[in-house]
Every structure is written in C-alpha cells, then in structure tokens.
C-alpha cells in the first residue's frame, strides 16, 4: 500500500469547517507536513509538526497528529471559497529528509 | 528569483523523443528535489541533490532518466526516448539545506510534459 493515504475529495459550505485526514506509515517520521496547491501554481507549505507534538495552530488551521495511530489531520474554521485547492499531506523521516507525499485531497467549497 | 523557476511550464513531444526540463533553485539552497506528479497521483520522488554530495538517485523509474546539477545552481533533468507513460508534471523544489532544522522545501510550478 502507499506510504501516505489521504481522501480524494472533500466538499464543504463557505463558513463551515473542513477537515482533511491522512494516515501514514513509517513510524519513524519526524516531520509531518500540509501543502497547498492552487490550480496552475507550485505547492506552497502551509504547516508542519513535529513528531512530538500532538497539535499546532496557526490562526484558522489546526493540525493534529495522533502518533500512535499515524494519523494526521487539517482542520480549516471558517472555511472560504479562496481555500478551495488540493492539500497534500508529507511525511520525511530522520536520516532522510526527502518528504514522501499523499495524492492530495480536493476541498471544494460551495457557497 | 525570489522563487524556484522551472522551465518550459509546458512541452509536448513526441514519443521517443528526448526532453531536457530545467529548474532554477532559490539562491544559497543546497538542497534540490524532482519530483513527478502524474494525473491523479500523489508526488512522486525522482531525485535529490545535497551540495556536493553524491546525489539520491533512488526514485527514478529508469535508466532513460538522468539529472544533473552543478554546484548548488541549475538542475536539468533529462529524458531519453519519452514514453506516453512518462506524461505528467514534473515539480522541482529546494530548500535551504538537507537537515533537522530546515525542511520546508519551495516548489516550482513545474513542467507539464505531454508525451503523443
């Protein structure tokens, strides 16, 4: 199976919350990471975490990362029709700092 | 630049025909990634430069495949005898250095390749 999983498509109403999850493999990861990238644009790094961390927010994105389970998620309050793009999740592990990345996961907001 | 440059954004070739991509890193970043992004697909590792350092040729999928960088500046990366299958995107990006302290890693826009 791939080494980072995440859900194709996700689609929300303007205002609410989204909520994007991902699982991964390698127990060893030491950086977990959210990307976002914009149709015709580069990706662009939104966020990271340690490993030893089990939260980190960063004014309207909260990330949580339950190690034991290997599960990460992005939570975005008040969700806007200029987040909708594909959030990648990345893992890289010590030793090797090259960032494995998921398929990423469509937000499409609606009004 | 203030960014990573990648050119062409778009090629078209035709099949059995090489391509060269290029990629232009941040200025002062040791650290370079190709990675290829296929219709749907997650990224896919391809290469990773260090400084000097012998790259990690690991994640390219054949020996049609090659890279090059000089120093810590211009990275190209060739493909031989182009494929239908080799059709994708094709991301570079870099970062200030391969450690602990600094991963975030800048990506280009990227080279769409469409093999016909």
């Known amino acids: 199976g791939e080494d980072v999983e995440q859900s194709l498509f996700l689609s929300v109403r303007e205002g609410d919350s989204s909520v994007i999850n991902c699982t991964y493999t390698?127990?060893?990861?030491?950086?977990l990471y959210w990307y976002k990238q914009e149709p015709g644009a580069g990706l662009q790094l939104l966020t990271y975490?340690?490993?030893?961390?089990d939260m980190k927010q960063d004014q309207r994105l909260t990330v949580l990362l339950n190690k034991k389970d290997k599960h990460l998620s992005l939570r975005i309050a008040d969700t806007q029709t200029g987040d909708s793009a594909i959030y990648f999740c990345?893992?890289?592990?010590?030793?090797?700092?090259?960032?494995?990345f998921g398929r990423g996961t469509s937000l499409i907001v609606h009004p | 630049g203030a960014g990573v440059s990648q050119s062409p954004s778009n090629k078209v070739t035709e099949k059995g025909k090489d391509v060269e991509l290029r990629c232009d890193p941040i200025?002062?970043?040791?650290?370079l990634y190709w990675y290829r992004q296929r219709l749907g697909q997650g990224l896919e590792f391809l290469i990773y430069?260090?400084?000097?350092?012998?790259?990690?040729k690991s994640g390219l999928p054949s020996d049609r495949f090659s890279a090059e960088r000089t120093g810590e500046s211009v990275s190209t990366l060739t493909i031989q005898r182009t494929q239908q299958e080799d059709s994708a995107v094709y991301l570079c990006?870099?970062?200030?250095?391969?450690?602990?302290?600094?991963?975030?890693?800048?990506f280009g826009q990227g080279t769409r390749l469409t093999v016909v």
């Open positions: 990006a870099s970062s200030l250095a391969h450690s602990e302290l600094n991963t975030e890693a800048f």
């Open positions: 390698d127990s060893s990861s030491t950086y």
């Open positions: 975490i340690f490993s030893n961390m």
């Open positions: 990345a893992e890289s592990s010590g030793g090797s700092y090259i960032p494995t």
């Open positions: 200025s002062g970043h040791t650290a």
């Open positions: 430069f260090q400084g000097n350092s012998a790259p990690d």
